[in-house]
């Protein structure tokens, strides 16, 4: 598991008809605010203030094919030729991450190839990478840098 330290939050909140929404400066608009987009928020705010990764080259919310079912992935950080590098996969706090979460972001990699996969709730965050030459997906202890 990794140690994640987050940025204290500056996010702008409002209320909309009985809906919480949150400004999301990476995709430049209010989205509604649930327990999975605060975790959403939170990383990515880690990801670019406290990891320096490049904001102009993070994807947030994207619908992708898997076979016939139309899903979206949660963040995918691209690398500077603009190729998949990193597909992040996030859940609500509550919700443990288990083999299920990495079965599910494995499947989203066969469509969005990326070197490294996360999983996060913002209390747990794994990173794994494949080792072609075992097949196996190996943990690591801290997230790359950039």
């Not at 959403?40 to 705010?45: A, E, K």
């Not at 603009?82 to 991450?97: A, R, T």
């Not at 288990?98 to 494995?106: C, I, K, M, P, R």
Request: net charge neutral.
């Amino acid at each position: 598991m990794i140690t994640i330290h987050f940025p204290p939050p500056d996010f702008r909140i409002s209320k909309e008809q009985d809906k919480e929404l949150i400004f999301d400066r990476y995709r430049k608009k209010y989205v509604r605010l649930t327990p999975e987009e605060w975790v959403r928020q939170n990383f990515l705010n880690y990801l670019v203030k406290s990891m320096g990764y490049p904001a102009s080259l993070i994807g947030i919310e994207k619908e992708i094919m898997l076979g016939e079912l139309k899903k979206r992935f949660d963040i995918v950080v691209y690398n500077r030729q603009m190729e998949p590098w990193m597909l992040i996969e996030c859940k609500e706090m509550n919700v443990p991450i288990s083999q299920q979460t990495l079965e599910q972001v494995v499947r989203y990699n066969m469509v969005i190839p990326a070197t490294y996969l996360v999983m996060t709730n913002g209390t747990h965050t794994f990173c794994c990478t494949h080792n072609a030459e075992s097949r196996q997906w190996l943990f690591l202890d801290a997230l790359p840098v950039f």
